[in-house]
């Protein structure tokens, strides 16, 4: 340092220092040349920054998908657990109807997605949030309607409202394709639950889906049932192994609000 500042002086003509043999100090020119020196650091640090700025690619914003009756206040609970924690980070949300069960990820239109499997996409990395029974979505004035519960076996000759033909086994999971012995006799198809219930409050048929479903689309005309001997269905957050380091924070608050539910 003491060199540097000596080969300082000689380029300036002018001494910077006094020196003794206990202390150094700087002389008026040298108090007059460190001020200015500071600010044209403070100036030219700022103008790297600015410079690095404009360079810099911006950081993706991450897109998460989430499917009608999957999200409910799991997505807002999520949603708000994260900004909490990353209150700078850009996410943008998407809504998908049942033509889309898989919300985005199929396509790769979004990094994540809440959903209910199974979706039928091998290799799919997930984190389970919560399960919920099954229920049967019924006309108020039908004759299984006044039940505290129901089987399977009354169910399945029902006439059924299923989702818009889609890939992978989401439609016939939901239509109980594996409990029967031939064909669901589907009435109709909806692409949404508003129109699900609509079709069932006018009497077409019946719809399986979810308790959560049934809390938070109650419906004039309809009633929901609980079906005693289906295994509870399951809401997660899924994404593509390659996205795994942009979602990975959202993935940490997925556990956490995950935790949360279960305490409930």
């Given at each position: ?12 003509g ?14 008026p020119?040298?108090?007059?040349f ?18 690095r ?8 914003a991450?897109?998460?998908g989430?499917t ?20 700078d980070?850009?996410?943008e949300?998407?809504e ?40 049967a ?15 399977v076996a ?16 989401w ?12 064909p ?18 006018r ?9 959560g ?35 990975a924070?959202l993935?940490?608050?997925?556990n956490?609000v995950?935790?949360?539910i279960a305490?409930l």
């Open positions: 340092m003491s060199h540097t500042i000596r080969d300082l002086e000689r380029a300036l002018v001494d910077l220092l006094i020196r003794t043999t206990r202390s150094v100090e700087l002389t020119e040298g108090t007059v460190a001020g200015l020196a500071s600010q044209l650091l403070a100036e030219l640090n700022s103008a790297v920054k600015t410079v700025g404009m360079g810099a690619t911006p950081q993706e991450l897109k998460l989430y009608i009756g999957a999200a409910l206040e799991i997505v807002s609970r999520l949603l708000r657990t994260y900004r909490d924690g990353q209150p980070s850009a996410i949300t998407e998908f109807d049942f033509t889309d069960p898989t919300a985005g990820l199929r396509d790769r239109l979004v990094h994540a997605a809440v959903v209910r499997p199974p979706l039928g996409l091998p290799g799919l990395v997930s984190v389970e949030l919560a399960t919920e029974r099954l229920v979505c019924l006309p108020d004035d039908h004759p299984l309607a006044a039940r505290e519960s129901l089987g009354d169910v399945l000759p029902e006439p059924i409202i299923a989702a818009p033909v889609s890939p992978g086994p439609r016939d999971y939901w239509i109980l394709t594996d409990y029967r012995s031939g669901a006799p589907v009435v109709a198809e909806a692409h949404t639950l508003d129109a699900e219930t609509h079709l069932v409050s009497g077409v048929g019946l719809s399986i889906t979810s308790e479903v049934g809390q938070w689309y109650r419906r004039p005309g309809v009633t929901f049932v609980p079906i005693r001997d289906l295994n509870p269905c399951v809401v997660s957050l899924a994404w593509w192994p390659e996205d795994t380091a942009l979602v924070e993935v940490a608050v997925a956490e995950r935790a949360g305490g």
